[in-house]
């Protein structure tokens, strides 16, 4: 059983636009949430970080979380080219000290100028 | 700059060579990481060390040799690779194994 699923891809929008990136997961008791870019060939780099039910904002980038219905977003405002990329997201399955992150497969984004 | 460093960044080997690749953190954190990213496919978690103790090995094939001397240094230690064994090697770095990783900018591997 999968633990966190995101769609391949890719996702495509034009610059200026909303792009949004979704993840779901399987395990309730999940507490700890990343979404990390990776551009091609280059290793991953931590964006958001979110713990709590709602909305965390970073510029333009929001992270939302939702544990009842077990999804975590990623929203990019003002799309731009350079956030061509694949978006990872990952969870702490446990949400302790004992359990290791659990990568998705990522989605690869273009942002079209 | 992430405060994980790993070399080389690029090594070219034969099937019949034997390499290291080294990794070092300078953040303080007590869990280590390798992972595998062949190219288009998502990252493969290969070892977890845990305060220098292996925690997971991912049915890694034997060819594949890891090595934590202490908390700050990782190595994998590459003997009789196969041309599928050429990915990009990421070395990360944590607190404690759930908490967010830092990653170094990767070894990019290719057997001959």
């Known amino acids: 059983q999968k633990e966190v699923e995101q769609n391949s891809g890719p996702l495509s929008v034009p610059e200026g636009a909303i792009a949004s990136l979704n993840c779901t997961y399987s395990?309730?008791?999940?507490?700890?949430f990343f979404w990390y870019r990776q551009y091609s060939g280059k290793s991953p780099e931590l964006i958001m970080s979110?713990?709590?039910?709602g909305d965390k904002e970073d510029g333009r980038f929001t992270a939302q979380l939702n544990k009842a219905s077990q999804y975590v977003s990623l929203l990019i405002r003002d799309s731009q080219p350079s956030d061509s990329a694949t978006y990872l997201c990952a969870l702490n399955p446990g949400g302790g000290s004992n359990y290791k992150l659990t990568f998705g497969k990522g989605t690869l984004l273009t942002v079209n100028p | 700059e992430t405060g994980v460093t790993q070399t080389p960044r690029h090594l070219v080997m034969g099937m019949t060579n034997k390499k290291s690749l080294k990794c070092e953190q300078h953040l303080g954190h007590n869990a280590m990481y390798w992972y595998k990213q062949s190219a288009k496919k998502p990252l493969e978690l290969m070892f977890v060390?845990?305060?220098?103790?292996?925690?997971e090995n991912n049915s890694v094939p034997s060819r594949f040799s890891p090595e934590c001397p202490n908390s700050s240094h990782l190595f994998l230690h590459l003997h009789t690779l196969q041309p599928e064994d050429s990915a990009l090697y990421l070395c990360a770095s944590s607190r404690y194994r759930g908490d967010i990783q830092y990653f170094g900018a990767g070894t990019r591997l290719s057997v001959l």
């Open positions: 395990d309730r008791v999940s507490q700890s």
């Open positions: 060390y845990n305060f220098k103790e292996q925690t």
């Open positions: 979110i713990y709590s039910n």
